[in-house]
């Protein structure tokens, strides 16, 4: 199948900074991409949907000012954290797909941990 | 707003079983219904694809089956060997993904 890949895998920050995760699709062209959290043991909340070119439509409860999505290409969606807080530390997972009526294909997420 | 519930939420089999996994929805206007495996602390691996046109697919000991009337799918594995052991994830489609809330599988040596 195709490949979604999310970098970095694992990332530490302190409390206060920035953190930008990628999100790539390395053999297609994804008109939509995805981003979902995930808490543990649960399944995963969708944040946001990004069209390339155009603005992110954001979930009801999600800070769009907090969770800056850009989708400047497409093969390539960016989500940055910005100003994280301990409670921002989770599992985030990116999904990529080309139309409404094909395979989505994920990210192998990001563990993020603010201290 | 569409809503998917995945019975059971967890599961433990001893290995050469089949099992059934059970995937339920609200909304019958769906584009296609996908199963995913997730292994802990990694991403979502995709499984099978139901276009909403379809009854059933198969992918080696996988069979999902989707039932759009009833808001059902099924996810049938054969065999089961312990390196299934993990989550697995239903989601339908449309604009946007909905996620089921997942079945945690264990398969005993």
């Known amino acids: 199948g195709a490949v979604v890949s999310q970098h970095p895998s694992r990332v530490i920050c302190k409390s206060g900074t920035s953190v930008k995760i990628e999100c790539r699709s390395l053999?297609?062209?994804?008109?939509?991409m995805f981003w979902y959290r995930q808490f543990p043991k649960q399944s995963l909340m969708l944040m946001a949907t990004?069209?390339?070119?155009?603005?992110?439509?954001?979930e009801q409860g999600v800070e769009k000012d907090k969770f800056l999505i850009n989708h400047a290409s497409l093969t390539l969606s960016t989500l940055t954290v910005t100003s994280a807080h301990p409670e921002d530390s989770s599992f985030y997972i990116c999904s990529a797909r080309l139309d409404t009526n094909t395979e989505a294909f994920f990210g192998q997420g990001t563990r993020l941990t603010v201290v | 707003k569409q809503e998917v519930t995945q019975i059971p939420a967890a599961l433990s089999v001893p290995e050469g079983e089949n099992l059934v996994l059970n995937c339920s929805f609200t909304?019958?206007?769906?584009?296609?219904l996908q199963w995913f495996r997730q292994d802990p602390g990694k991403g979502l691996t995709s499984l099978l694809l139901?276009?909403?046109?379809?009854r059933e697919q198969t992918s080696g000991r996988l069979n999902a089956s989707l039932d759009k009337s009833s808001g059902r799918s099924t996810l049938y594995i054969a065999a089961s060997q312990p390196g299934d052991s993990a989550t697995y994830l239903c989601?339908?489609?449309?604009?946007?993904?909905?996620f089921g809330t997942g079945t945690s599988l264990t398969v005993i040596p």
């Open positions: 909304d019958s206007a769906i584009y296609n």
């Open positions: 053999d297609f062209q994804a008109t939509t």
């Open positions: 989601a339908v489609t449309g604009n946007q993904f909905y």
């Open positions: 139901i276009q909403s046109s379809q």
């Open positions: 990004s069209n390339e070119g155009s603005k992110a439509t954001y």
